[in-house]
């Protein structure tokens, strides 16, 4: 009995650990007659069924966090105003999605459907460091796809050996990388994921976030594809 509690426990703390890599969403709301900057005003996002949102401050400023990497609808809604939502606004994983400054209509005395706006975004680093990283399409056409360290060392960002089993950074010896797979940490072993189930590859090599841990050497940050991205992408090959 003692176990089988002992490996819930391990596969629901590894579970909560894998979701640590979320990006964010910030943005201003405005009048769109007045362009003065409105508080108060109701923002937010659907993901699996569920709403997560925020409510803009004195300054008309919101955050919406955590979010898990993918494309959402922004939606603003306020009392007073027709709802509007921004369309097809994308986060990354340990990046700030900076959507369009959302403009508010006065909804008058009929009442109108809301507005769609197709975003034209911007994403920033939630930090700055070196870093460097290669998407799906990128990755499904490599010919050293089968191997992390050889895709890492594509980024021309570390040294690896012919063989794909050694990884240098900056001088560093071998061994000294860090491995994290949906934020799960890999200590030394390179991890082996079949290329069709990675959604992208990071590579740091210099002004580690200090999340990442001490290490001599970088880190290699793989987020993998999700059941639903996999299923779009084989609807899509039909």
Do not use: C
């Amino acid at each position: 009995m003692k176990s089988i509690i002992t490996l819930a426990i391990l596969f629901l703390s590894v579970g909560i650990f894998a979701q640590t890599t979320f990006g964010e969403i910030k943005g201003k709301v405005r009048d769109s007659s007045t362009n003065e900057l409105l508080p108060f005003v109701n923002v937010w996002v659907e993901a699996n069924g569920n709403k997560i949102g925020a409510v803009t401050d004195l300054d008309g400023k919101y955050t919406i966090k955590p979010l898990n990497a993918g494309k959402y609808s922004v939606h603003a809604s306020f009392v007073g105003y027709r709802t509007t939502v921004i369309t097809n606004v994308v986060v990354k994983p340990d990046q700030i999605t900076f959507a369009d400054e959302i403009a508010l209509n006065e909804q008058g005395g009929e009442i109108l459907p809301p507005i769609e706006i197709e975003a034209t975004t911007k994403l920033i680093e939630a930090e700055t460091h070196n870093k460097v990283s290669i998407n799906s399409k990128a990755i499904m056409t490599s010919p050293v796809k089968q191997n992390i360290n050889k895709l890492a060392g594509a980024t021309g960002s570390v040294q690896v050996s012919e063989d794909g089993n050694e990884v240098y950074f900056r001088g560093s010896r071998n061994g000294d990388v860090i491995y994290l797979v949906d934020g799960v940490k890999i200590q030394g072993a390179r991890p082996t994921i079949p290329s069709a189930g990675i959604q992208s590859l990071s590579v740091y090599s210099g002004g580690l976030p200090a999340k990442y841990g001490d290490t001599m050497g970088g880190v290699i940050v793989v987020e993998t594809k999700s059941y639903f991205d996999m299923y779009y992408e084989s609807l899509g090959s039909r």
